[in-house]
Each structure stands twice: as structure tokens, then as C-alpha cells.
Nanobody
């Protein structure tokens, strides 16, 4: 069955960096866009970033543009989110997700995503 497992979260000081990983299994990884979504305490889901099937196109929310970098390794069936210059407002649970479509372009609506990991907590605090 489809499974995605996030890792790499933790506690970091403002200005610090973290690298999240999402390991996928149970499906043909290279056929799908991959997305990162976050949820801050008491708030709704926020789309963070997306990467196309071959990794050649990447997209970011304005709130993270210039600080976060998404990448993927199709041979390892893993997608990454490098997060630099972290701010307290980046504190959230970060989820890796798939919308389940094998065709089509960027989909920035997390409500339509079909498969989710359990998430990894990122806390930015001094």
C-alpha cells in the first residue's frame, strides 16, 4: 500500500536549518508530484512546496520562498525539504503528501491530496 514516512524534524533556534526527508513506498514514485504541507498549532493546513515528477520544476509558498528548497531522488524514492533561516512562525507539523494524479501540473490544494504521512514536528524557538 502507499506509504510516506517523514523524518528530520526537531527543535532549532531561529536562523537555524533543518532537512526533512520523506521516504515513499508502495507506488511508482516518479509518476507523482510530491508536496510538503504544514500545520501550525491551532491553524489549518498550509501548502508549503511542490516538486514535479522528474524534479525539474519546484514551487514554493511566498512565506518560505528563498529559505526552503524542495528536491527529490527518484532512485531512492525520497523527497526532501531543506529549510534554512528558520523563523518561529515556521513552527508546525510538516507533512509529505501526494495528490494521487499521474497526469496534470501543480496542485496547491491540500484538501485534494490523497495520501499523507504522519508528519514530523518542527519547532523554532530560542
Amino acid at each position: 500500500q502507499v506509504q510516506v514516512v517523514e523524518s528530520g524534524g526537531g527543535l532549532v533556534q531561529p536562523g537555524g536549518s533543518l532537512r526533512l526527508s520523506c521516504a515513499a513506498s508502495g507506488f511508482t514514485f516518479g509518476n507523482y508530484w510530491m508536496y510538503w504541507v504544514r500545520q501550525a498549532p491551532g491553524k489549518g493546513l498550509e501548502w508549503v512546496s511542490g516538486i514535479n515528477r522528474d524534479g525539474g520544476s519546484t514551487f514554493y509558498a511566498d512565506s518560505v520562498k528563498g529559505r526552503f528548497t524542495i528536491s527529490r531522488d527518484n532512485a531512492k524514492k525520497t523527497v526532501y525539504l531543506q529549510m534554512n533561516d528558520l523563523k518561529p512562525e515556521d513552527t508546525a507539523r510538516y507533512f509529505c503528501a501526494i495528490d494521487g494524479r499521474t497526469t496534470g501540473w501543480l496542485n496547491k490544494d491540500p484538501a485534494t491530496y490523497k495520501y499523507w504521512g504522519q508528519g514530523t514536528q518542527v519547532t523554532v524557538s530560542s
